[in-house]
């Protein structure tokens, strides 16, 4: 059975503080991706990683970088976090050029 | 810009009905389409796809169509259940960017019993 975890399931952090937020995967995929998901506004692409070592911007990268040290772990970092940056972060993986992309469960974050 | 667009927040459906949801999107590049479901408190999960070299795909009760030309698709859930009461994206591929899915901003169906 596939799947993508991630770290935290509830995190809150304060204003300024620096955010890691990690996401592991068991089936081998070369692509991982982390998007936020806010009410009326969907999922949105914040970046994305073809391979390790690798790492791509999305439509909403600012405030955020990323790192791929390992093939099946891709962690999203707040340098510092501010308040719009509460929202859920979701995380998924997917194989070669394949579309489809497996979830894992969501990290809700509040930024105080 | 909103590149692809679920323009109903919500939809209510009673049990054993056909739900209908639906998606525009403006890039004429997209070429690939996904259905993604999402409960509460959990990630999305894939539903059901389709190329734009088709117009019609099936799987069970979900049937999803694709008008190219009018820069459309629609999601069939027939009959509805009210385990399929979720959230709802659909989203677009360009074929060569490798997995890269642009989503739209979902739809909450509730399915009464």
């Known amino acids: 059975d596939v799947k993508v975890t991630q770290s935290s399931r509830y995190l809150v952090k304060r204003t300024g503080e620096k955010v890691f937020l990690e996401c592991v995967q068991d089936?081998?995929?070369?692509?991982m991706f982390w998007y936020r998901q806010d009410p009326g506004l969907g999922l949105r692409l914040i970046y994305f990683?073809?391979?390790?070592?690798?790492?791509e911007k999305g439509d909403i990268p600012e405030g955020y970088s990323v790192s791929r040290e390992k093939k099946e772990r891709f962690s999203l970092i707040l340098e510092s976090a501010s308040t719009n940056q509460t929202s859920m972060y979701l995380c998924?993986?997917?194989?070669?050029?394949?579309?489809?992309?497996?979830f894992g469960p969501g990290t809700r974050l509040t930024v105080l | 810009d909103q590149q692809v667009k679920q323009n109903s927040p919500s939809l209510s459906v009673q049990e054993g009905r056909i739900s209908i949801l639906n998606c525009d999107y403006t890039?004429?590049?997209?070429?690939?389409f996904l259905w993604y479901k999402k409960y509460p408190a959990e990630g999305p999960t894939f539903l059901i796809s389709?190329?734009?070299?088709?117009d019609k795909n099936e799987d069970g009760r979900f049937t999803v169509f694709l008008n190219k030309s009018a820069k459309h698709l629609s999601l069939h859930i027939v009959p509805s259940q009210p385990g399929d009461s979720a959230v709802y994206f659909c989203?677009?591929?360009?074929?060569?960017?490798?997995?890269?899915?642009?989503f739209g901003q979902g739809t909450e169906l509730s399915v009464k019993p």
């Open positions: 998924a993986s997917g194989r070669g050029r394949s579309n489809e992309q497996f």
């Open positions: 089936m081998d995929h070369e692509n």
């Open positions: 990683s073809y391979d390790v070592k690798m790492k």
């Open positions: 890039n004429s590049m997209f070429d690939y």
């Open positions: 389709i190329s734009s070299i088709k």
């Open positions: 989203a677009a591929s360009e074929d060569n960017q490798g997995g890269k899915l642009i």
